[in-house]
């Protein structure tokens, strides 16, 4: 199974900061990467596709990089509904696995 | 407006079985894959099982391979996992999911049944 490591696991930010939280496959995937935002009680909600295609609906300070092995999430600026958590996923083969995860938090 | 909801979640003995139901509306069910992803309480997210849209091509984790079944009914819009021989591990919050065009990610998720394996 390709394993998919995110870091930080979680970080502390003000509003209107720049976060990055970055995703490492175990071995390459191409662009078959995938962002999720994920708020307490709630389903996750898909932010980026395909490493760097921003979902329908999903605001423009989001975006995505990478491809291979190394990947990033980029919010330019911290708004207040996107403390949550971010889960990264590959779908380059079966299973399907996600990353444990950053919890951006209030600092 | 696209909607999935799942239904049939609960509280289980070990070694019991649940089926869980997820009714879609809003698009063409019988063009698109299906998934079923879990989630345990506090934990990450981890994918259970998918099957393609004429149920052809169906996949499994290992964690759940010979217990637990995907399958679909095109002509009523509904997804479906029967789980056997449930553990204890296998709480979690269940979610189905939709694979967006291309089938490479889920662009849509139902709000989420829990099952809850305990004696």
């Known amino acids: 199974d390709i394993q998919m490591t995110q870091f930080p696991s979680s970080l502390s930010a003000f509003v209107g900061e720049r976060v990055t939280v970055t995703c490492r496959a175990s071995?390459?995937?191409?662009?078959?990467l995938n962002w999720y935002q994920q708020k307490p009680g709630k389903a996750p909600k898909l932010l980026i596709y395909?490493?760097?295609s921003l979902q329908s609906g999903v605001p423009s300070r989001f975006s995505g990089s990478g491809s291979g092995t190394d990947f990033t999430l980029t919010i330019s600026s911290l708004h207040p509904e996107d403390f949550a958590i971010y889960y990264c996923q590959q779908t380059y083969n079966t299973p399907r696995t996600f990353g444990q995860g950053t919890k951006v938090e209030f600092k | 407006e696209v909607q999935l909801v799942e239904s049939g979640g609960g509280l289980v003995k070990p070694g019991g079985s649940l089926r869980l139901s997820c009714a879609v509306s809003?698009?063409?069910?019988?063009?698109?894959?299906m998934n079923w992803v879990r989630q345990a309480p506090g934990k990450g997210l981890e994918w259970v099982s998918s099957?393609?849209?004429?149920?052809?091509?169906?996949h499994y984790a290992d964690s759940v391979r010979g217990r637990f079944t995907i399958s679909r009914d095109n002509a009523k819009n509904s997804l479906y996992l029967q789980m056997n021989s449930l553990r204890a591990d296998d709480t979690a919050v269940y979610y189905c999911?939709?694979?967006?065009?291309?089938?490479?990610?889920?662009?849509?998720w139902g709000q989420g049944t829990l099952v809850t394996v305990s004696s």
């Open positions: 809003g698009f063409s069910f019988s063009g698109y894959s």
């Open positions: 099957i393609s849209s004429r149920s052809t091509y169906i």
């Open positions: 999911a939709r694979n967006g065009p291309g089938g490479s990610y889920e662009d849509y």
């Open positions: 395909a490493a760097s």
């Open positions: 071995q390459t995937i191409n662009n078959y």
